[in-house]
């Protein structure tokens, strides 16, 4: 049985890490250069992708454990 769903939620989470740091980065780069609606946009956005990054963590062993469930009956995923 592929793992391609365990892979996909790690992918995910590791991914919403990447676009929360991005967010702060621009939203630095806006606060310094004085522009305030690029910052107000992008920290909305940003609480957004927390959220996002949360709710994968919390629900990363929950996919982990129903994977391990299937592979154990050896039964696979719908695609």
Known sequence: MSDEIVKGALASYT???FE???YRILIAAAEFA???QT???CEGIL???IAMAKW???NLPVV???YLQRAEA???AKR
């Open 15 to 17: 991914f919403e890490h």
């Open 20 to 22: 929360i740091a991005s």
């Open 34 to 36: 004085g522009d305030q």
């Open 39 to 41: 910052k107000a946009v």
């Open 47 to 49: 609480k957004e992708e």
């Open 56 to 58: 994968l963590e919390d």
């Open 64 to 66: 982990t454990e129903a």
């Open 74 to 76: 050896e039964v696979t």
